[in-house]
């Protein structure tokens, strides 16, 4: 079965970047997704379709795709960016998959 | 502003089957564009996709949930179900229902843009 990797935790400091990756076989091929989670929230969109972001999500929040690695991108981090991040992307058209999760500490 | 909101039961016995409903709200679930579908949360875990549609197509699901998961519409409630037969406290989870996008003109999911606020099953052995 498909598999999405992330790593398990990222650290950052305030005003600093943050960089999340998410690995899959030819995961370039396909559009990634990237959602984040509070503690005791549901999950929000916050990049998808590789360049696009949601209405109401700030422009510090950007991402790439490319061979087998998606990215996410927090620039300018802040202390409300610190949450869960889950990529996810469609091994096929009938196929859903999440990655791992990260979890951004923001010190 | 479309909405979904989970209901049903919050414990389940283990063997039993599992049923929630996800009814929207603000919009319809016959929308031109949109997929919809269920996703799940274990405790202190990550997502797991459970299984989706698209309005009028057959409906598709993870390989590892699909010989007990059956995701059934209702039209005129606007609503869409979830039943998971044989459940085992493994199946314990925070349970979403969501919308998702879709590309070239509805052939391809996308990304999951509306959720629910999600509902907590317990299964008790």
């Known amino acids: 079965s498909y598999e999405l990797t992330q790593p398990p935790s990222v650290s950052v400091s305030p005003g600093q970047t943050a960089t999340i990756t998410c690995s899959g076989s030819n995961l370039g091929d396909k559009y990634a997704s990237w959602y984040q989670q509070k503690p005791g929230q549901s999950p929000v969109l916050v990049f998808y379709q590789d360049d696009k972001r949601p209405s109401g999500i700030p422009e510090r929040f950007s991402g790439s795709n490319s061979g087998t690695t998606a990215t996410l991108t927090i620039s300018g981090t802040q202390a409300v960016d610190e949450a869960d991040y889950y990529c996810q992307a469609w091994e096929s058209t009938t196929a859903g998959v999440f990655g791992t999760g990260t979890s951004v500490t923001v010190l | 502003q479309l909405q979904l909101q989970e209901s049903g039961p919050g414990q389940v016995k283990s063997s039993e089957a599992l049923s929630l409903t996800c009814t929207i709200s603000g919009g319809s679930i016959t929308t031109y564009g949109f997929y919809w579908g269920w996703i799940r949360q274990p405790p202190g875990k990550g997502l797991e996709w459970i299984g989706s549609f698209y309005f009028g197509r057959n409906v598709f699901y993870n390989p590892s949930l699909k010989s007990r998961v059956t995701v059934s519409l209702d039209t005129p409630k606007n609503q869409f179900s979830l039943r998971l037969n044989s459940v085992t406290p493994a199946d314990t989870a925070v349970y979403y229902c969501?919308?998702?996008?879709?590309?070239?003109?509805?052939?391809?999911?996308?990304?999951?843009?509306?959720w629910g606020q999600g509902t907590l099953v317990t299964v008790s052995s």
């Open positions: 969501a919308r998702a996008l879709s590309t070239d003109y509805g052939d391809n999911p996308d990304a999951f843009d509306i």
